[in-house]
């Protein structure tokens, strides 16, 4: 039978309480006459305020919240308590790579001739900075086996954007500017997005019974009109293209171009170099692969490496360096597509992301890779008899289940996922990618113990007991959260999306 949610849960080490009544209490509780703190007294000539700031002038008080400076501090204090962090816990969003932030990253970042560097002070007086944004360029395209870099994208969706932009200045260039990209099904969903926004017509791609690109039908596909394939690499499925020499061939014989999408390089640094299986233009994410923070939306950044034909197109400026050895932004470039980004793009994720490449060195950065493999592969090994394994293809650095044994008792990988908070764990990536119906994708990241990984099985594994016992256990979940089950519907149509008094 299930224990309880709240107490210890099924051997799992992962300790949940009943909230405390302080918590309980509703979100507002602002009352008239409190004060938090007294401004003293106006020590300046008195001014009339009203004619100063004329139809601006406010006539009566803004109905803001009033409190003591106790209740102040225990309630943000509180709600730091109610979120769950990389800090705290197992991040196994699949897709998303949420890796730990090793602290010495933001140490660097902090360093003062970093931090407080102004993006307008002049190249003569920003050398130091300008040499480290040089050194990370040299670095990625190392590790990528590109020529030629730029690090303005804020993004991965930015990135590609970049991407397909010189992909399109290149064929224009050549008189033909070409109609299509061809995606497969199984690439991250900003693919088409990215395409169709350069005013490319998009075609889809199916995957084959391993979950690969089908040689054949690529064949077929490919013709004089097709500007380029857009390939996620490894796939969303966790699946490496053992194919990808042949793949570049094919579309090369046809003047197409290769776009990697290099999002899960997480499981390629050290390993592997997609400059040397034939693709021609890809993004990073620093803020995946290269352990640069991004919860909360940002900031991120997703440079884009291309082969020497595309590096005339690069977006401005592009660093360089002069005779005397100075480092230089170059804007004299006429067949640029332009700025894609204000200033040079996000620089404290630079610095973070390069303090991350050289304190692993690239021992430590193919490790890395190989414990992020392993841990995914670990994963899929624990739980592959009780979770559906849609395709048996070797596994990369995510594993993707479906929650087809489940869904037979009218459990769902939603539910899953929100009986696993219950469990101290943050949900995996549920019903992506979409190829995958229920699909659960999960990526551990080399970050986790394995301690960490046999309490997240345990607690998996124990879920699944709960769906043949107690199924309405699992479909009713969360039980231990402050707020149980919202109307997801309701909330996307009718959001509330600021305070009001």
């Not at 700031?53 to 006539?59: A, H, P, S």
């Not at 190989?370 to 990369?396: G, H, Q």
């Not at 929650?403 to 949900?427: C, E, M, N, S, W």
Request: glycine share 8%.
């Amino acid at each position: 039978m299930a224990t309880n949610p709240l107490s210890n849960t099924q051997g799992t080490g992962k300790v949940r309480q009943h909230p405390t009544q302080n918590e309980a209490l509703l979100f507002e509780i602002s009352a008239p006459g409190k004060h938090a703190y007294m401004l003293p007294p106006l020590d300046v000539p008195s001014v009339d305020a009203a004619a100063l700031l004329g139809d601006t002038y406010r006539m009566q008080s803004a109905a803001l919240p009033e409190l003591s400076e106790v209740e102040i501090v225990r309630h943000f204090t509180r709600l730091s308590t109610w979120n769950y962090a990389i800090d705290l816990g197992m991040y196994p969003l699949g897709s998303c790579t949420m890796k730990y932030n090793p602290r010495v990253n933001e140490v660097v970042a902090r360093t003062e001739g970093l931090a407080e560097a102004h993006p307008y002070r002049p190249e003569s007086l920003a050398q130091g900075a300008l040499e480290v944004i040089d050194l990370l360029q040299r670095c990625l395209l190392e590790i990528t086996g590109m020529d030629a870099i730029t690090l303005q994208p804020a993004a991965g969706a930015h990135g590609e954007l970049t991407g397909i932009m010189l992909a399109r200045a290149w064929h224009e260039s050549r008189g033909n500017a070409r109609k299509k990209v061809i995606i497969p099904d199984s690439a991250h969903g900003t693919n088409p997005a990215t395409a169709a926004t350069c005013g490319y017509t998009v075609e889809n791609l199916k995957s084959n019974a391993e979950g690969g690109i089908d040689l054949e039908a690529l064949a077929r596909q490919v013709d004089e009109q097709t500007a380029a394939l857009m390939l996620t690499n490894p796939s969303t499925l966790g699946v490496f293209e053992s194919q990808v020499g042949k793949i570049a061939e094919i579309l090369h014989a046809k003047g197409a171009l290769f776009y990697m999408d290099g999002a899960n390089m997480n499981a390629l640094v050290g390993k592997t170099r997609p400059g040397d299986f034939g693709v021609d233009v890809m993004h990073l994410n620093l803020h995946k692969t290269f352990s640069t923070p991004h919860g909360g939306g940002g900031p991120g950044s997703g440079p884009v490496a291309c082969k020497k034909f595309l590096e005339p197109f690069l977006p401005i400026p592009v660093l360089v360096q002069d005779k005397n050895g100075a480092k230089r932004w170059q804007y004299d470039r006429p067949q640029s597509i332009g700025r894609v980004r204000s200033f040079y793009g996000n620089a404290g994720v630079f610095f973070r992301a390069l303090a991350y490449i050289l304190a692993n060195g690239p021992d430590g950065l193919r490790q890395t890779t190989e414990d992020a493999v392993l841990n995914a592969n670990y994963l899929r090994k624990k739980l592959e008899d009780l979770y559906e394994l849609p395709y048996k293809t070797a596994s990369m650095h995510e594993a993707v289940f479906s929650d087809k044994r489940q869904a037979a008792r009218g459990v769902k990988t939603g539910d899953i996922a929100k009986r696993l908070i219950d469990y101290g764990f943050h949900p995996y990536t549920v019903s992506f990618p979409l190829i995958v119906h229920g699909a659960m994708m999960i990526e551990p990241t080399e970050s986790e113990p394995l301690e960490e990984l046999d309490a997240f099985v345990a607690a998996m594994r124990a879920i699944a007991r709960e769906v043949e016992e107690t199924p309405e256990l699992v479909k009713t979940a969360p039980h231990s959260t402050r707020i149980s089950r919202l109307d997801e519907v309701q909330a996307a149509r009718k959001p509330i999306l600021r305070w009001k008094p």
